[in-house]
């Protein structure tokens, strides 16, 4: 169980191609949008839907893959871990980023 301490599992569509940007080591960093959509009815009855965006990281192998195989729309689940960090933007100010590091992907719906 020591490997649910961290560990998230998202089904949804992408947002965008992935972006990809390769290092000097042949190290490759794909970065993804995922949208997941919540659906539910509110107090008058009606159908409303939240959609949330997830931002999503892929390294190595995976990364390749998802560079050949992801395009924006595609249905894909994701099964990673958490990851948040910081940095200081062009005006000085910190920020704070949570991304879904991802362990495997599934491409879901042939399109």
């Known amino acids: 169980m020591s490997n649910l301490k961290n560990s998230v599992?998202?089904?949804?569509?992408?947002?965008?191609?992935?972006?990809?940007?390769?290092?000097d080591n042949n190290r490759k960093l794909a970065r993804l949008s995922l949208a997941t959509n919540e659906t539910y009815k509110n107090?008058?009855?009606?159908?409303?839907?939240?959609?949330?965006?997830?931002?999503?990281?892929?390294?190595g192998a995976q990364a390749k893959?998802?560079?050949?195989?992801?395009?924006?729309?595609?249905?894909?689940?994701?099964?990673?871990?958490?990851?948040?960090?910081?940095?200081?933007?062009?005006e000085g100010l910190k920020r704070y980023v949570t991304e879904i590091v991802v362990n495997e992907f599934l491409k879901v719906g042939v399109r």
């Open 9 to 23: 599992r998202l089904v949804g569509n992408l947002g965008m191609d992935p972006e990809v940007k390769n290092f």
């Open 43 to 59: 107090d008058k009855g009606e159908k409303v839907t939240e959609t949330q965006w997830h931002n999503i990281i892929i390294w």
């Open 65 to 90: 893959l998802a560079e050949d195989l992801l395009k924006k729309g595609d249905e894909v689940l994701i099964d990673g871990k958490l990851a948040s960090r910081s940095y200081t933007d062009k």
